[in-house]
């Protein structure tokens, strides 16, 4: 079955500090894998994806994630935190083809200590 | 560059009603899809329009569908509702052969009572 993922619900850290989500997937055939952010009330932002070449991706906002086929995962990874990256982050997982079925994770919501 | 929107913001209906959201995909791009997110959980796929045919629906009744129109503009219709049909509708749009590249729009909240 195809599914996403994300272990931790709740993450609370402080500003400065460095963060990383986990993300593990099962997915059949080559994956296509994304981070969105998405602030209260709001739609969904494209944070960075991965779909061949160099596993470690870079993305907008100073945020990065590291793509591990032998364990299934897509982490995100900021190096300092900023109180404005509070939101909620979902790791999503989609087809190499045209058909974009995404299937997302629950998401994780990062608080941010001052 | 216009990106995606959606209308309308917010939207209250009572249960058996029939509703009907609105998606203006962004410019240059002619594929729309569809999600519904309930609260604390993570978007679940309706389905997907590209050049105005459905190009694959997710586990949802037939009571959700849509359409697409010339302009790549979509909406989504969802007929007898239900209470728990209350949730988040994202539209997302994708350009030509990228389907799985989604840009998503601002969503429509709708409440069932």
């Known amino acids: 079955a195809q599914s996403v993922t994300q272990p931790d619900i709740h993450i609370t850290v402080s500003e400065g500090a460095s963060l990383e989500l986990r993300c593990n997937y099962s997915y059949g055939a080559t994956p296509y894998l994304f981070w969105y952010v998405q602030s209260p009330g709001q739609g969904l932002q494209l944070l960075l994806k991965?779909?061949?070449?160099?596993?470690l991706v870079q993305g907008i906002k100073g945020f990065e994630a590291e793509f591990k086929r032998s364990q299934s995962s897509f982490n995100l990874r900021k190096p300092s935190v900023h109180w404005s990256d509070a939101a909620e982050y979902f790791c999503?997982?989609?087809?190499?083809?045209?058909?974009?079925?995404?299937?997302f994770g629950q998401g994780t919501t990062l608080q941010v200590k001052p | 560059e216009t990106g995606v929107t959606q209308s309308p913001t917010h939207l209250i209906k009572t249960r058996g009603q029939q509703v009907t959201l609105r998606c203006s995909s962004q410019?240059?791009?002619?594929?729309v899809s569809w999600y519904q997110q309930a609260l604390g959980q993570g978007p679940q796929f309706i389905f997907q329009y590209y050049r105005e045919e459905e190009n694959g629906r997710g586990n949802f009744p037939p009571r959700f569908s849509g359409l697409q129109f010339p302009n790549y503009s979509s909406e989504l219709n969802v007929n007898a509702l239900e209470l728990d049909d209350s949730a988040l509708y994202l539209c997302?749009?994708?350009?030509?052969?990228?389907?799985?590249?989604?840009?998503f729009g601002p969503g429509t909240r709708l409440t069932v009572l």
């Open positions: 997302a749009s994708s350009p030509e052969a990228r389907g799985n590249e989604q840009f």
């Open positions: 999503a997982v989609g087809p190499s083809s045209n058909t974009g079925k995404l299937i």
């Open positions: 991965y779909f061949s070449g160099d596993t």
């Open positions: 410019s240059g791009h002619n594929t």
